[in-house]
């Protein structure tokens, strides 16, 4: 069965502080793992997007990495500010298939 | 350049009505996604059109629920008698090209749809 799930289902760390997100997928044949931000009330926006190939990408500071073997991904953030605070979704494509396998995210709170 | 846009935001019907989720996509952009979202749950793909065309509506529910993308104007979402198990948040998204083609189509989304069924 194609899945995605994410843990921890919540996390809440100080403003400045790093934290990291994992995700485990059995989404199969694989493509490529993307992770999404998503503000309270607003639809998904993308961070990162990684084929099997690819074992890290960076976009500011967030920065993914996959481990195409294991199925498994990380979103790292480091310096976190308060407008982090946001859902982060975890989200993998099958290959010649034409929709995403989403997960349910980790819901992060950034504190001052 | 406007993003995608999806109206109403909110929405509120009762049992039986009908609800109507309109989507613009990205300028530029013919191919349209449907997504469903449940409270605490994941995004769930429901349909993937281009222009006049159903591509993939494996996600849809069998009866009552329907989609379109005309040739002229925006995305329709379609859900004949709802009932109190289709409140949820539906999103649209929008691409340039097939998430299969070459490299990794992005996705952008809309803000999403609140329905519900009072």
């Known amino acids: 069965k194609n899945q995605v799930e994410q843990s921890p289902q919540s996390l809440i760390i100080l403003e400045g502080k790093n934290c990291t997100l994992q995700?485990?997928?059995?989404?199969?044949?694989?493509?490529?793992l993307r992770w999404y931000k998503q503000d309270t009330g607003r639809g998904p926006v993308s961070l990162t997007i990684?084929?099997?190939?690819?074992n890290t990408k960076s976009n500011g500071r967030y920065t993914a990495t996959l481990d195409a073997d294991t199925k498994q991904s990380s979103l790292h953030i480091t310096a976190s500010q308060l407008s982090d605070s946001a859902s982060y979704i975890c989200?993998?494509?099958?290959?010649?298939?034409?929709?995403?396998?989403f997960g349910t995210g980790t819901r992060l709170t950034v504190i001052p | 350049n406007a993003g995608v846009m999806q109206n109403p935001r909110h929405l509120v019907r009762r049992r039986g009505q009908e609800a109507r989720l309109r989507c613009s996509p990205m300028?530029?952009?013919?191919?349209v996604y449907w997504y469903r979202q449940l409270p605490e749950e994941g995004l769930k793909f429901m349909v993937y059109?281009?222009?006049?065309?159903?591509?993939?509506e494996s996600g849809m529910p069998k009866e009552r629920f329907s989609a379109e993308f005309p040739k002229e104007g925006p995305s329709i979402l379609r859900i004949q008698q709802v009932v109190r198990g289709d409140s949820a948040a539906y999103f649209c998204?929008?691409?340039?090209?097939?998430?299969?083609?070459?490299?990794?189509?992005?996705?952008?989304f809309g803000p999403g749809t609140r329905l519900t069924v009072l």
């Open positions: 998204a929008s691409s340039p090209g097939r998430l299969q083609g070459v490299g990794y189509n992005e996705q952008f």
């Open positions: 995700c485990n997928y059995t989404v199969s044949p694989f493509s490529n």
């Open positions: 990684m084929t099997f190939s690819e």
């Open positions: 989200v993998a494509k099958q290959t010649g298939a034409n929709n995403l396998f």
């Open positions: 300028k530029g952009h013919s191919h």
């Open positions: 059109l281009q222009k006049e065309n159903i591509i993939d």
